[in-house]
Nanobody
Framework: HVQLVESGGGSVQAGGSLRLSCAAS????????MGWFRQVPANRREGVGV???????SYTDSVKGRFTISQDNGRTAVYLEMDSLKPEDTAMYYC??????????????????WGQGTQVTVS
């Protein structure tokens, strides 16, 4: 069983930066892919950035060049460094894990484990 706990959200002005952290516990060693998703009310959950066990990464187009995903060596934590934030980045951000499969999907339906979310507000 995998447990994910996010932290680091908050309010920031446009152009500012935030760093999100996701602490992972449980049978995380088998997680092939972990990542960050975001959601605003009435919209579907959108993949932001994901990273696999080999350090491969994938980002949605709207954050390329501004956001960076990383992980610690033991894969007990995943981070999302967000720079040059825009008001349209405002959302609830969720950490997710995908166990037992290869690839770097940005489709939320491919992920079976989720954190509770942390709010990011850009004004």
């Amino acid at each position: 069983h995998v447990q994910l706990v996010e932290s680091g959200g908050g309010s920031v002005q446009a152009g500012g930066s935030l760093r999100l952290s996701c602490a992972a516990s449980g049978y995380i060693a088998r997680s092939d892919c972990m990542g960050w998703f975001r959601q605003v009310p009435a919209n579907r959950r959108e993949g932001v950035g994901v990273i696999d066990t080999n350090g491969g990464k994938s980002y949605t187009d709207s954050v390329k060049g501004r956001f960076t995903i990383s992980q610690d060596n033991g894969r007990t934590a995943v981070y999302l460094e967000m720079d040059s934030l825009k008001p349209e980045d405002t959302a609830m951000y969720y950490c997710a894990a995908r166990v037992g499969y290869t690839g770097l999907p940005l489709d939320a339906n491919e992920y079976g484990y989720w954190g509770q979310g942390t709010q990011v507000t850009v004004s």
